[in-house]
Structures are given as C-alpha cells and as structure tokens.
C-alpha cells in the first residue's frame, strides 16, 4: 500500500469515526480528571513520606 492510499483511507475513517465519540454518557471529563488529579497527590503523598533523607 502506498503513502497517499493509506492516508486517504485514514481520512475516510475519521470521517466516519466523527458519528460515534466512543465516551460512555455517565462519564464526566471532571470526574475522571478530579480522580486522576487525586490519585497523583496521593501517589506524589506517599512518595515524599518515603523519602524523608533529604
């Protein structure tokens, strides 16, 4: 397959693609970020507990 033929068919597909997002309706973007955001404090928390010969 050459250059130009894949990447017209990767258009065409993200084209299409376009109709269905793939995101469950009860996932919020804030609830996943809040929890991310929390679950790297917690790991950044217990990092600097462990690391007390500085």
């Known amino acids: 397959m050459s250059f130009p033929s ?3 068919q990767l258009v065409t597909l ?3 693609g376009g109709e269905h997002s793939g995101n469950h309706e ?12 929390l679950g790297l ?3 950044l928390w217990i990092t600097t507990r462990f690391n007390r010969d500085r």
């Open 41 to 43: 404090l917690l790991l």
């Open 14 to 16: 993200a084209a299409e």
């Open 26 to 37: 009860s996932l919020s973007p804030y609830v996943t970020g809040g929890g991310a955001l």
């Open 6 to 8: 894949t990447a017209a």
